[in-house]
């Protein structure tokens, strides 16, 4: 599986790029608690901290998908790229496993595991060997 659509590889990276800048880094960095709220999180009283690390978030998610545009252009670290977003992939699936087993998150984020899965399958089959 790995590879087998190598030749789309840029325009996976497009894709990719757009997705996360769009679905989470600047939502996050914009608006972290209505995404949380949206994703069925509690939000507390308290909102200065969690503001602060949802932006965070959001400011690194936003790194990753602009660097998917740059990477594009130095194909020799494509798959420096692609190693890392396989591993951050395997993160998140870890993190909600662990957040599922603890019934520490919203269902929503449970439900989340099957796409870091299907990500990381996805992301494998345009893996530029």
Do not use: N
């Amino acid at each position: 599986m790995v590879g087998i659509w190598k030749p789309y590889a840029e325009i996976y990276l497009i894709v990719a790029g757009v997705l996360m800048l769009l679905t989470f880094g600047l939502p996050l960095i914009f608006a972290p608690l209505r995404w949380a709220r949206l994703f069925q999180w509690v939000v507390p009283q308290t909102q200065e901290l969690v503001t602060f690390l949802g932006r965070s978030l959001g400011i690194f998610i936003s790194v990753m998908g602009i660097f998917a545009f740059i990477v594009i252009q130095t194909p020799a670290a494509m798959p420096f790229y692609f190693d890392l977003i396989l591993v951050l992939f395997g993160g998140m699936i870890l993190l909600h496993v662990y957040g599922a087993i603890r019934k520490a998150q919203p269902i929503t984020e449970t439900f989340e595991i099957l796409l870091w899965v299907l990500l990381g399958l996805v992301t494998l089959g345009f893996y530029p060997l």
